[in-house]
């Protein structure tokens, strides 16, 4: 049996944790230090909970993040170090340079990788061929519904209250939107990460009141052709700004760490 640790129990994390694999066992669960007690006691003895990843004493096959940026901050370079491979869904936190470099220098250091997740998006497969033979454009759209924005800075920069019809609220690049909107434009850098970069990777982010789905898409023009993919996808129940996809593309990485042949 294969043995995972994984950062945050909130939506996502809660999720992932209910279709792992038969073959991985849920070991370890980072969360932060206020709420260890309660969720050992809500998970008995077969995980450990923990809130520093110096508790752990042995090697997990597979950290999966499902906790947001900060959290990536906080253990992102000390997975690093250790040699573990560590399964990113905040993957927005990979624009902030100085962070970047900070676990770039953690796992040359200690052996360990960084698996940027899709998360709620397709296609990035194919974008990330796609750059192999030179991409000219890439434009990464999100758009959600005013639910799914409140919270966030959106509520700067559009009422969210009063808006009746699509309304773009925000466009620029990739590394800003990740940035300002780090709960909501994860996306953004995963999307820029497999193409053009985050400064050269172009973003609109929309509400839309009739919506009740979390909708993406990508288009991108290189020497490979065109690529435009439209996802729609549903929110989890627990947090709207959250896709469901989001969360099965964790549980595919936990599929992977185990399958002999990966897809
Ligand atoms: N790439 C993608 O497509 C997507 C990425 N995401 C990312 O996933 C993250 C999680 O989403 P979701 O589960 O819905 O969010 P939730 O807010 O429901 O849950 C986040 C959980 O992580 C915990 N947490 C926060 N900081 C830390 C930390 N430093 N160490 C341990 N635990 C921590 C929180 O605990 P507490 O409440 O105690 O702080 C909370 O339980 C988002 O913040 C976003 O960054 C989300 C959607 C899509
Ligand atoms: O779940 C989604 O729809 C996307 C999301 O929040 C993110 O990219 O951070």
């Not at 996306?187 to 970069?197: D, I």
Request: glycine share 10%.
């Amino acid at each position: 049996m294969k043995q995972l640790m994984m950062i945050g129990f909130g939506a996502m994390g809660r999720e992932v944790a209910s279709l792992l694999p038969a073959e991985l066992a849920l070991k370890w669960l980072l969360v932060s230090p206020a709420r260890v007690d309660e969720v050992q006691a809500e998970l008995g003895p077969s995980v450990r909970v923990l809130s520093d990843i110096d508790e752990c004493d042995q090697a997990p096959d597979l950290v999966v993040e499902c906790a947001g940026q900060g959290a990536v901050r906080e253990h992102g370079a000390k997975v690093l170090a250790r040699g573990w491979t560590l399964g990113l869904i905040s993957v927005g936190a990979l624009a902030d340079d100085e962070l970047m470099l900070s676990l770039r220098a953690a796992a040359q250091q200690g052996g360990g990788r960084i698996l940027a997740l899709a998360g709620a998006i397709a296609g990035v497969d194919g974008l990330a061929a796609a750059r192999e033979g030179g991409l000219e454009s890439v434009l990464y759209s999100g758009r959600k519904s005013p639910q799914s924005w409140r919270g966030s800075p959106a509520e700067a920069l559009i009422d969210l209250d009063t808006v009746t019809e699509p309304t773009v609220f925000f466009r620029g690049t990739a590394r800003e939107a990740a940035l300002r909107f780090p709960a909501n434009a994860n996306v953004a850098a995963t999307v820029a990460l497999a193409g053009l970069g985050m400064d050269n990777t172009r973003v609109e982010l929309t509400v839309d009141p009739a919506s009740s789905t979390n909708k993406h898409s990508i288009l991108a023009q290189g020497r490979f052709g065109e690529l435009s993919i439209e996802l729609s996808g549903q929110p989890l129940a627990s947090n709207p700004k959250t896709s469901t996809l989001a969360a099965l593309s964790v549980v595919r990485a936990c599929r992977h760490c185990t399958d002999t042949v990966l897809i």
